[in-house]
């Protein structure tokens, strides 16, 4: 990639773009939306990750809109490193919140204690037995 094509795409994520927490799961997402295909399409290809989708709001008087999004932390951390150096204050701010999310080891489930596994379903049950054999097979 060409530094170029990195200052220009994060140009058009600063004032295009937004990087948020999910609120149910606390999870990183950036996003991008905009009228124009060939600018949001141009984005995808530099930033290499990410999926296009048409959004088409049902108003006939509207323009479809280009939609961008990118959700896992390693692919949401990757983004913020590359663009950082050229985003303003505000969205730093915003990246370094974000970043420190992306950061955080991923979380290992919580044994089941015997009361929840009496409640639980058959194929809950032997999901857990297939796990469990599993940590011990390795």
């Not at 990639?1 to 295009?16: N, P, T, V």
């Not at 809109?65 to 990757?78: E, Q, Y």
């Not at 489930?109 to 857990?128: E, F, G, L, N, P």
Request: charged content about 30%; hydrophobic content about 40%.
């Amino acid at each position: 990639m060409r530094r170029s094509d990195i200052a220009w795409a994060a140009g058009i994520f600063e004032g295009e773009g937004t990087l948020f927490l999910t609120s149910q799961t606390n999870s990183p997402c950036a996003a991008l939306r905009m009228t124009d295909e060939d600018v949001v399409r141009r984005f995808a290809k530099i930033v290499g990750r990410g999926r296009v989708t048409e959004v088409i709001d049902p108003r006939p008087q509207c323009k479809p809109l280009w939609s961008w999004r990118l959700g896992t932390k390693v692919d949401v951390g990757m983004l913020i490193k590359l663009f950082y150096p050229y985003l303003g204050q505000r969205r730093r701010a915003k990246a370094d919140e974000v970043l420190a999310v992306c950061q955080q080891p991923k979380k290992k489930r919580a044994s089941v204690s015997d009361a929840t596994r009496r409640k639980m379903s058959q194929s809950a049950k032997r999901r857990i037995l297939r796990e469990r054999a599993m940590q011990g097979a390795c």
